[in-house]
DNA sequence: CTAAATGATGATACCGGTTACATCCCATAG
DNA sequence: CTATGGGATGTAACCGGTATCATCATTTAG
């Protein structure tokens, strides 16, 4: 590998000359430049760039935790991300964590030891530990599902008010027995996604029956299972709202094997507006989130952060939508419901 | 940030010291040991593994180029790079490159920069360019989507085998007109597919009709625009193969807004058994790929060159698997046939 | 004509580890 | 008692760039 000294003696110039006619060529002479670079041809100079980044103490480089990349909500997200470092001039390395602690503290421990420069979660979950010394300052941004503390950068949805849209959605289509799948249990987002689901049905008058909340992973066999067990109650629900279209797909499946029609029996909806959900049967309604915009905001967050443009911890909140599509509708007539109970015991 | 001297100096010994106390313990006398090990404690020195990197040549880091993380047959892959290459120590440097050659050869450049050690190509283009020299060792595996040359290391499944073996299956089933939903035009992967695809149709005595070849980009949209293509031919197939599941559920989706029943009026096969595959109604029939261990293989290999146990450059070919569901059957009788075909005209 | 300013280039310290080699001390063999 | 050997530790070169400062030539101002 030829380096900077071989194209040097090429050219009979200093190893100064030489980097000074790549970096900043308006201080070489015209000759000097044209003989630099004919040397730099002939010897196929490529700068080691890891000496620079060494020499710099800057690498370029961001981790990025990711529960799991082969989720297509997390998927999108990450494809935001990396187009956002490529405009920036950084890298991404990419960390399958499976939500396991040591997985994302040996990662986390990469910008402790200078091969990164900040670091991306996607779980709520500070994976530098219980530092003593203050690490308000230590680069991580905290995208998607995010902590509580105030500490970090986060960028996130309001929950809390997309789960009570779609709540009061379908109260609006007359259900009063509402499901809900969970996601799993420690999460904040899960807590306030229920939170808001609760608020609905109180603004609505409807008494909170813990029998429908069913917990779940995220995964289409969970979706599928919650399905099975809110199917099975004595008077199941009329609708049921998955906290992601995963989840609201297996549910879907499960319910057309037990006969049921959507959305004139059961409405389902879910959350997040993967590509799937509308190539669903019946399309799927759900909440839309900016995915591939979480992973932008997070990755320019963190550079400004880097490059010290940042002095505060902010909070940004995205935007969500709710996209009505067939899946939900309004709610069966209580004779109809009545038959059901009756086949059900 | 403390650095090996800062420690050295605490322990009162020198830097080589400390860093043998670190790297080999067994050539440092136990006391010695103690007070370095309490010195690194004292400052809370972490080791600066850009400068490790930098002396070392070695970056251990594998630059891997997707078209797009937004496919969740390439997130599975992506997901056992990722295992794989943290169990060799390695990270992965994720390159989204939408298929752009300029993206991607901005991206080899980092294996040319010593900013990675190797890289992985998940598509048929080789990203260094047409380099004058031997480029037999550079280090790249190709996998997934494999270029023809024999040059470097490949995995791959046997493409033209598993479009044989699906094809053979519907006409066992008795199809006779039976379309093909293609990928990317210039890959060889659809080219391998397509011939596979042909195999079949030879051995069992059947007409090509070109007329039954539709394009189609990988994506849930352009299968559902195939499908509209194909329904509204003159005589249109009884089965529809699609390159892969999302493209396959767009056709499902697009088939039943037709008002077409699967399997009963038309069979729809897809390829890759995606998650979303057995959660489509009716479930569909597919070919299943081993996607975690194209990644798992593709890093192992790779490693493998760097650390110089590989001499030629092997070809690994990954087994598939025929995935009977639902969303294949008989052939719709010929009664059936002729009355959709005097419907169309 | 001399002094100062400007421009181009060279010499070299530096980043933070690793490691080859040198040195020193002590134990054991002769 | 001396020579040999091995264990423990120190010294400093090295990786490949960047950047500071010095040097030298040339031009411009006084």
Redesign the interface.
């Known amino acids: 590998?030829s380096n900077i000294r071989a194209v040097a003696e090429l050219a009979g110039v200093s190893v100064a000359t030489v980097s000074r006619a790549l970096q900043q060529p308006d201080l070489v002479s015209a000759k000097t430049k044209a003989k630099v670079l004919a040397a730099v041809e002939e010897v196929g100079y490529?700068?080691?760039?890891?000496?620079v980044?060494?020499r710099s103490?800057k690498?370029h480089?961001l981790v990025v935790l990711v529960p799991?990349?082969?989720?297509?909500f997390f998927?999108?997200v990450?494809?935001g991300m990396?187009?956002a470092a490529?405009e920036k001039g950084y890298?991404?390395?990419?960390?399958?964590t499976q939500g396991d602690q040591e997985?994302e503290s040996s990662y986390a421990?990469?910008v402790?030891?200078?091969?990164a420069d900040g670091l991306i979660q996607l779980r709520a979950h500070n994976p530098f530990g219980e530092v003593t010394d203050d690490q308000s300052m230590l680069p991580m941004v905290n995208a998607c599902e995010v902590l509580d503390q105030q500490r970090f950068p986060t960028v996130m949805l309001d929950n809390r008010a997309a789960a009570r849209c779609m709540t009061e959605h379908l109260i609006k289509l007359g259900h009063r027995r509402i499901a809900m799948v969970k996601g799993p249990q420690r999460s904040p987002l899960t807590r306030d996604r229920l939170a808001g689901y609760q608020d609905a049905l109180t603004a609505a008058g409807i008494a909170f029956d813990e029998q429908l909340l069913c917990p779940g992973n995220f995964s289409?066999q969970s979706g599928?299972k919650a399905a099975a067990t809110l199917l099975a109650l004595p008077h199941p629900p009329t609708a049921i709202f998955c906290e992601n279209d995963?989840m609201a797909?297996?549910v879907?499946?499960r319910v057309?094997q037990s006969g049921l029609r959507i959305p004139e029996d059961l409405s389902v909806a879910g959350f997040d507006d993967i590509?799937?959900a509308?190539?669903c049967?019946p399309p799927l309604t759900t909440i839309a989130q900016p995915a591939e915009e979480f992973g932008s905001t997070a990755v320019n967050l963190l550079v400004d952060i880097l490059q010290g443009r940042l002095t505060k911890a902010p909070k940004v909140i995205l935007p969500f939508e709710l996209v009505l599509r067939a899946s939900t509708g309004p709610a069966p007539v209580t004779v109809a419901l009545s038959q059901k109970g009756e086949q059900d015991v």
């Not at 799991?68 to 297509?72: E, F, G, H, I, Y």
């Open positions: 590998m490529k700068p080691n760039l890891m000496a980044k060494f103490g690498t480089n799991t990349v082969a989720n297509v998927a999108r990450i494809s990396q187009q490529a890298s991404l390395l990419l960390a399958n997985i421990k990469m402790q030891t200078s091969q289409l599928h995963e797909i297996g879907v499946q057309k590509s799937f509308a190539y049967d």
